[in-house]
């Protein structure tokens, strides 16, 4: 029988050590663990890009959002400034004295021998600032409150029968005045004049006297 000797059996041998070298093996791991990372990062790039994108978008629709929402805020603020001085000249239509009326009234309960020679309106307000205060309730909003005198001149020239305190009596009887002067001591005179002879006619006499009407307060808020 024949006897073969394989003379590359030690040169297949090297190849094979060297095949299976743990340094050649730990290359190739580390090549590929890089390779990974590389594909790692350029995903992380890729989805970093596209997160950009998006919080762009969103920056765009929060900005047009954002807007709107401060055009409609300015619309309410001013709407709600409007309905409240809507509110407040209805109340001031609906509360203020119409002076007509006043006048209509006079007419009616003037007399010989009163003659009017003067009215005299004078209107003011008095305001209250606003109170703030951090305890519930406490707080309240600013107001203001009107106040009326009527000032009425006028000559008696039957002041010997004290016609002037008919003429009052009759003004604190009138329905108009009732609904508008106050409750208590709504009239009052603050001053007369000594006789005088009327230039026109100098037969007569007359006394001149002021009296003074006050109207109901009107607080507004």
């Given at each position: 029988?024949?006897?073969?000797?394989?003379?590359?059996?030690?040169?297949?041998?090297?190849?094979?050590?060297?095949?299976?070298?743990?340094?050649?093996?730990?290359?190739?791991?580390?090549?590929?663990?890089?390779?990974?990372?590389?594909?790692?990062?350029?995903?992380?790039?890729?989805?970093?890009?596209?997160?950009?994108?998006?919080?762009?978008?969103?920056?765009?629709?929060?900005?047009?959002?954002?807007?709107?929402?401060?055009?409609?805020?300015?619309?309410?603020?001013?709407?709600?400034?409007?309905?409240?001085?809507?509110h407040?000249?209805?109340?001031?239509?609906?509360?203020?004295?119409?002076?007509?009326?006043?006048?209509?009234?006079?007419?009616?309960?003037?007399?010989?021998?009163?003659?009017v020679?003067?009215?005299?309106?004078?209107?003011?307000?008095?305001?209250?600032?606003?109170v703030?205060?951090?305890?519930?309730?406490?707080?309240?909003?600013?107001?203001?409150?009107?106040?009326?005198?009527?000032?009425?001149?006028?000559?008696?020239?039957?002041?010997?029968?004290?016609?002037?305190?008919?003429?009052?009596?009759?003004?604190?009887?009138?329905?108009?005045?009732?609904?508008?002067?106050v409750?208590?001591?709504?009239?009052?005179?603050?001053?007369?004049?000594?006789?005088?002879?009327?230039?026109?006619?100098?037969?007569?006499?007359?006394?001149?006297?002021?009296?003074?009407?006050?109207?109901?307060?009107?607080?507004?808020?």
């Amino acid at each position: 029988m024949p006897i073969r000797i394989n003379l590359l059996a030690e040169e297949q041998y090297l190849a094979e050590m060297r095949r299976r070298d743990p340094v050649k093996r730990a290359a190739w791991l580390g090549g590929f663990l890089a390779v990974l990372a590389l594909s790692w990062w350029g995903w992380l790039i890729f989805s970093k890009g596209l997160a950009n994108q998006s919080l762009e978008g969103h920056k765009t629709s929060f900005t047009r959002i954002e807007k709107s929402a401060k055009e409609i805020a300015d619309h309410q603020k001013r709407t709600g400034e409007i309905e409240r001085n809507i509110h407040a000249l209805h109340r001031m239509v609906t509360n203020r004295v119409l002076w007509s009326g006043c006048l209509h009234a006079l007419q009616e309960i003037t007399r010989d021998p009163i003659q009017v020679t003067r009215i005299q309106v004078n209107q003011g307000y008095t305001l209250q600032p606003a109170v703030l205060s951090k305890e519930r309730g406490k707080s309240k909003s600013a107001s203001s409150t009107e106040v009326i005198r009527l000032v009425v001149t006028a000559r008696d020239y039957g002041a010997a029968d004290q016609n002037y305190i008919k003429f009052k009596e009759r003004v604190e009887e009138h329905p108009w005045f009732k609904q508008h002067l106050v409750k208590e001591n709504a009239i009052t005179f603050k001053g007369f004049t000594d006789p005088t002879p009327d230039k026109d006619d100098p037969g007569r006499v007359f006394v001149t006297f002021t009296m003074e009407c006050a109207f109901t307060d009107q607080f507004r808020n």
